[in-house]
Nanobody, 117 residues
Framework: QVQLVESGGGLVQPGGSLRLSCAASGFTFSAYAMSWYRQAPGKERELVAY????????NYADSAKGRFTISRDNAKNTVTLQMDSLKPEDTAVYFCYVRRPPWGAYWGQGTQVTVSS
């Protein structure tokens, strides 16, 4: 059974940092690319960052470039999102995501990030 469990969200002031983690289980983690998405109130879920299965390739939404860093530890089955220079517009629920064709796509339960003074 695939499980993705996010942690690390919280309340932070503008300009601050947070580190989100996603613990994965139930599949061969090192075989699949992983992504972080976010969804703000009243908005569609959007891709924030992507990392290939080996970690050699990453991609970021324009809004995240230069501020967020995605990484993974295949020995620990975890993917992290380091978020620096946070802005109020980064406020959202952040989700861990994996697509495993042909079996399907899986989401974590999400972790709330609130950036406010």
């Amino acid at each position: 059974q695939v499980q993705l469990v996010e942690s690390g969200g919280g309340l932070v002031q503008p300009g601050g940092s947070l580190r989100l983690s996603c613990a994965a289980s139930g599949f061969t983690f090192s075989a699949y690319a992983m992504s972080w998405y976010r969804q703000a109130p009243g908005k569609e879920r959007e891709l924030v960052a992507y990392i290939s299965n080996t970690g050699s390739s990453t991609n970021y939404a324009d809004s995240a470039k230069g501020r967020f860093t995605i990484s993974r530890d295949n020995a620990k089955n975890t993917v992290t999102l380091q978020m620096d220079s946070l802005k109020p517009e980064d406020t959202a629920v952040y989700f861990c995501y994996v697509r495993r064709p042909p079996w399907g796509a899986y989401w974590g339960q999400g972790t709330q990030v609130t950036v406010s003074s």
